[in-house]
Every structure is written in structure tokens, then in C-alpha cells.
């Protein structure tokens, strides 16, 4: 069975720093595409960052970008995402998900149950 | 960076109803797009892929259809458990992956 348990979440001030770690079972983690997406209090879904299988190539939001970092390592099926300068409309339910493999490009198969980052003085 | 644009945001029906929810990609993605549902609380659901193919598990009264820049989904005959909110995502490539804003199915 697929799980992806997320962790880190919490009250943060603005221009705080906050590391969210995705804990990865079930599957070959090292074959899979990774990506964060995140959901702020009432609002729709909004694709934050993904990670190649090796950790070569990482993509990024443009309201994150500069600001946070995504990393894996494969030895422990993890993936984290590092956040910087965070600021109030950062705050949202952090989702770590893994895409499908198979086809040219693959969609989100499986979702976390997510990590809420409240960012607030 | 492509704009998706879901419609309606908001739609009531009723059990049984034949449903259908549009998204609309402000350039051609081929293929490249899936259909989500969430609940209340709880993440989002895989339902369709590349435009039609249903993901493993989903019930056959979900369907998709179309490319290059319309897209539909539809649920032939609702259920109770449908009633939830229905995100699509365009994934023409690696970034920024664009949801839509989401259409939330009600009770009538």
C-alpha cells in the first residue's frame, strides 16, 4: 500500500524558515517523480514544486521560487521541502504526492494527507 | 505558463443526474490532463488521466473526454458520494503543472 506520511508543519512567523519531510513507503520510491502541492484555508489546489527521480532537476511555483528548496534521497525514501522568508499567504495544507510513471509525462496518482503550515505573527 | 479554467464553480444536482464539468487550457496540452476529487478534509483523488483513461479502482460512471485545449468530465448518474469539490490539472510538461479553480458538485 502506497503511504506518504508528511511532517514538519507548524506556526511560523513571517520571514520564518520551516522544513517539511515526506516520508515514502509502499512503492520504488527512487523510480517515482515527486512534487509538493499546497492548499491555503478555502482555496483550490496550487502546484508548489517537483523533484526528478535522481534529485537532478528540481521545478518550482513562481511565488516560491528562491524561497524554498526541494530535495530526496532515495536511500531513505524521503523528500523534503525547505521554506524560507516564508510569508502569510504561504500558509496552506502542504501535500507531498507521487506521480504515475509510464508515459511521456505522468499526473499525481497518489496524495499525503497533508501538513499545515500557518504562517502568522 | 498555461491558465485553466474550470466551469462552473458551483453546481447543483441531484442523485441520478447526468453531470458534466468543463476546464479550458489557455494553450494546446494534447492529452495532458487529469481530473481530481476531493473531499472535505481529506486530499484529492486520482479519477481520470491523459483526458480518458480512468485510474484503477474509480467507478465506470466517471468519464473524460477531450484534447487540445477542451476538456469535460462527466459523472453519468450520481451518487452520494460524489458530492465534493472536482479539480482538473493540465501536466503539458514538468512546470508549473496548473490546476484549475475547482467546481464544487452540491446537493440539490
Not at chain 1, 516564508?86 to 507531498?96: K, N, Q, W
Not at chain 2, 462552473?8 to 441520478?16: D, E, H, I, K
Request: glycine share 10%.
Amino acid at each position: 500500500e502506497v503511504q506518504l506520511l508528511e511532517s514538519g508543519g507548524g506556526l511560523v512567523q513571517p520571514g520564518g524558515s520551516l522544513r517539511l519531510s515526506c516520508a515514502a513507503s509502499g512503492f520504488t520510491f527512487k523510480s517515482h517523480t515527486m512534487t509538493w502541492v499546497r492548499q491555503g484555508p478555502g482555496k483550490g489546489l496550487e502546484w508548489v514544486s517537483c523533484i526528478s527521480r535522481s534529485g537532478g532537476d528540481t521545478f518550482y511555483a513562481d511565488s516560491v521560487k528562491g524561497r524554498f528548496t526541494i530535495s530526496r534521497d532515495n536511500s531513505q525514501n524521503m523528500v523534503t521541502l525547505r521554506m524560507n522568508n516564508l510569508r502569510a499567504d504561504d500558509t496552506a495544507v502542504y501535500y507531498c504526492a507521487k506521480r504515475k510513471v509510464g508515459d511521456t509525462w505522468n499526473p499525481i496518482d497518489y496524495w499525503g494527507q497533508g501538513t499545515l503550515v500557518t504562517v502568522s505573527s | 505558463d498555461i491558465q485553466m479554467t474550470q466551469s462552473p464553480s458551483t453546481l447543483s444536482a441531484s442523485v441520478g443526474d447526468r453531470v458534466t464539468i468543463t476546464c479550458r487550457a489557455s494553450q494546446s496540452i494534447a492529452k495532458w490532463l487529469a481530473w481530481y476529487q476531493q473531499k472535505p478534509g481529506k486530499a484529492p483523488r486520482l479519477l481520470i488521466y491523459k483526458a480518458s483513461n480512468l485510474e484503477s479502482g474509480v467507478p465506470s460512471r466517471f468519464s473524460g473526454s477531450g484534447s487540445g485545449t477542451e476538456f469535460t468530465l462527466t459523472i453519468s448518474s450520481l451518487q452520494p458520494d460524489d458530492f465534493a469539490t472536482y479539480y482538473c490539472q493540465e501536466y503539458n510538461g514538468n512546470s508549473p503543472r496548473t490546476f484549475g479553480q475547482g467546481t464544487n458538485l452540491e446537493i440539490k
